[in-house]
């Protein structure tokens, strides 16, 4: 997993690094860490490859709202999480889609619960698509949703759709339990999902999906525990 760390204060960034050695100890999955002390540092990058991003709020110039809302407009998807000191900071990452936020001096546990989560979230699970002479290996993570097209089925990325000459309700039995069915010809990865509005779901992408009265009391549950982190097996969830 590689990790960014955002922090102009020596001491917080030195506890961060050493709570994380100690979470890949313990948990024996490899962390590769970058650190940086500004915004304007972390921008000159020409690419963030990176699956998460801790970034302090209170920097000097550039602080750590504004490079968050820069990462977003040059097309950094993955996660964020804010470090701060001040509670008040809380609800303006919702615009950035922040994952969590954690309150310095962070405590281990509550790092360990993200930490936990991330881990789970980018297991390496891959759908099997063929299609005439075609095959690929397609993450599970980087599908938006699955959805019926007569007797086939359509396999939408935010980079293209892939059609598939299988129903629908048998590839529906064997996903993997983010997707959650939204409408009769849909199902839709909960990982994608960033707003539920009366009976319409907005994607990662911008796009909108249909939800059915049917599925919709399970779409409201299914999106509260993902925001709560406590879908896919958490029974807890990080705070702020």
Same mark, same amino acid.
């Given at each position: ?89 809380v609800f303006e990452g919702y615009e950035v889609q922040a ?10 546990? *509550? /790092? ?5 989560? %991330?881990?789970?979230?980018? +297991? ?8 005439? !002479? ?60 960033? *707003? /539920? ?5 907005? %994607?990662?992408?911008?796009? +909108? ?8 009391? !399970? ?5 509260l525990r993902h925001l709560t982190l406590e879908g896919d ?8």
């Open positions: 997993m590689k990790l960014c760390i955002l922090e102009d204060e020596k001491q917080h960034r030195e506890m961060l690094i050493h709570m994380l050695q100690r979470w890949e100890r313990e948990n024996q999955h490899a962390l590769f860490i970058d650190s940086y002390t500004s915004g304007e540092e972390l921008m000159e990058k020409e690419e963030w490859n990176y699956h998460v991003i801790f970034l302090d709020i209170q920097l000097e110039a550039m602080n750590g709202m504004e490079t968050a809302r820069m990462l977003r407009e040059r097309g950094y998807q993955n996660d964020l999480i804010f470090l701060t000191a001040f509670r008040e900071y994952l969590n936020y954690l309150l310095k001096p962070v405590e281990y546990e *509550k /790092l360990a619960l993200c930490m936990n989560y %991330l881990k789970e979230k980018m +297991q390496v699970e891959y759908f099997t698509y063929r299609y005439r !002479n075609e095959m690929a290996q397609i993450p599970f993570r980087s599908i938006l949703y699955f959805s019926s097209s007569n007797h086939s089925t359509d396999i939408v990325t935010a980079d293209r759709t892939y059609k598939q000459a299988e129903p629908f309700k048998s590839i529906r039995k064997r996903l993997p339990k983010q997707f959650i069915q939204c409408h009769r010809t849909i199902m839709v990865n909960m990982y994608h999902v960033m *707003k /539920l509005q009366g009976k319409e779901i907005f %994607l990662t992408n911008r796009e +909108q999906l249909p939800v059915s009265v049917t599925y919709l009391e !399970n779409i409201r549950n299914a999106f097996g958490h029974s807890d969830s990080p705070s702020s």
